[in-house]
């Protein structure tokens, strides 16, 4: 897609058009292009958010999990809890844990035990 078209369609998102938006998360989605991702996701939409995520996930990209985790998305959180345990990263675990994060306190009990 031209750089011009791009720019149609983010207008046309910005004034409200669904299929315009659809468009966009599904072309971002396809280039891996997370800023675009962020960009939507950012302005609510979960469609864009879900798919921010599982691009975070594929790319093990813990900040940006941690980003929308403390923005208070639960799929975040899970993803980067996941992550955290996968890498053994207790700092992240007990970050989490000290928020109220039931399951990453369980994920730091299970591995202090191990």
Known sequence: MAESDLYVLRERAENGDKAAIDELIELATE??????LRR???RDNTTASDQLIELATER???????????RGNTTA??????????QGDMDELRRLANKGNATA???????TAE
């Open 31 to 36: 280039r891996g292009d997370m800023a675009e």
């Open 40 to 42: 939507l996701s950012d």
């Open 60 to 70: 093990g990209d813990m900040a940006e999990l941690r980003r929308l985790s403390d």
């Open 77 to 86: 959180s899970d993803q980067l809890i996941e992550l955290a345990t996968e």
């Open 105 to 111: 306190a369980e994920q730091l009990m299970e591995l």
